[in-house]
């Protein structure tokens, strides 16, 4: 019901069937993991972006075997992460890709693709860069973005996801209203410098493979030792990524 | 002076020349930088060793245009590390290549090896797994190592390097005296859980490629867009990495 009426929004914009189902499928993924801010709130904000196109589609332009570039020729992030998950569980790397999406961006909830791919038995990192968001621990203007960074393995009982933001808020959290912007700099108190390097280092990892722009670096492995007990050694704590 | 005094005591234990220089310039540069837990007190830990065998040397067991698979063969992980370092200066990704090693342990400041290849015009991101120290934020005992992770990205005025331990303290610090056995839990405070997430998220990706014992996966790529203007934009502000 729900999906119906987040798709019906999408049409209106402009997208296709299978676009739409993408992007309501990862919007109602976020609501149910309680990640409001990657959520529907999104469809009120792609409905005030003057130069959206929903007919955009992503390209892969290269392709050899360790690698993989694509670009988003204006397409919605989502739909270029969709379109590198779908390439990646018809092709499985044989046994590591890297994969560098530019003109990617937003990018929503990184777990939920990593989730995907290691739904298909494959293991994923992924991190996006967006615009500044946060400062250095020390002060001054903001200077990277929340920069997340993903991680999906296959186990037993369903993937471990971490999806980890380098703020103490994201930015979609202050869209969504749950949380103020001056929530927006590195999490961690008094060891926020080791978010801020992350953040800074994924930033710049980004870039070298980018340029300009928002983009994604993924790097997908083939599980050479199968599902780990992890759910086992953690009995009667909450696993990351799980609801 | 102090290199000569390192050398002369790493080759009493049996370290040929070059393995000498190796761990004796990897032990002075983690002094020269504060990380004393990665330092020259981890001589006097390798002179308590009973196993420790001088003479073991890591072999590349399997090579692909994006991929590589190293072991450790019983030799330091150290010296692992500056293996593939040394093949990817030699023989640079094209454009990008994810490197596995097993049997790798123990791999001192991960920073020292992205920085190496940084200086070679690559972008490295390193991670590696350690015994458990770190319980989840809710309790329980140790699950996971610290699981660095650290990124090196050329940049004007030297790489930018990123190399955050997802402890409150490493297990070299608290080796040093420098850090309490109680810190070794996941940094962040009431952000805790982030840290855990990634450090359980490192742990799983590397144990999928190394099954039992302990690795390290790298992923190097070629820096497509040259050095960042990083250091004019944080003019004034600490830079992770530097001195």
Not at 53 to 68: K, M, Y
Not at 77 to 104: E, F, M, N, S
Not at 213 to 241: K, M, N, Q, T, Y
Request: glycine content about 14%; proline content about 8%; aromatic content about 4%.
């Amino acid at each position: 019901m729900r999906r119906d009426a987040a798709r019906s929004r999408l049409a209106a914009l402009g997208f296709g069937d299978a676009d739409a189902g993408v992007l309501a499928d990862h919007f109602l993924d976020a609501e149910r993991r309680g990640k409001r801010g990657h959520g529907l709130a999104r469809i009120d904000w792609l409905e005030t972006l003057p130069d959206l196109d929903p007919t955009a589609r992503p390209v892969r332009t290269a392709s050899s075997p360790g690698f993989d570039r694509w670009e988003g020729r204006g397409a919605l992030g989502y739909l270029t992460l969709a379109a590198i998950a779908d390439d990646l569980v018809r092709r499985p790397p044989q046994p590591a890709k890297v994969v560098v999406a530019r003109d990617c961006v937003p990018t929503g909830a990184l777990g939920y693709w990593v989730r995907r791919l290691a739904d298909a038995g494959l293991v994923a990192v992924l991190t996006a860069t967006s615009p500044a968001r946060l400062p250095h621990p020390d002060g001054g203007p903001a200077v990277v973005g929340t920069n997340p960074l993903a991680i999906g393995v296959p186990a037993d009982g369903g993937p471990v996801v971490a999806d980890v933001s380098m703020g103490r808020a994201t930015y979609g959290d202050v869209l969504a209203g749950v949380a103020t912007p001056d929530e927006l700099v590195p999490f961690g108190g008094e060891h926020a410098h080791k978010a801020f390097a992350l953040a800074l280092g994924l930033q710049l990892l980004v870039d070298s493979q980018v340029g300009d722009g928002h983009g994604a670096v993924l790097v997908a492995l083939r599980d050479e030792f199968g599902p780990s007990g992890v759910r086992e050694r953690l009995r009667g704590l909450r696993i990351p990524g799980d609801r």
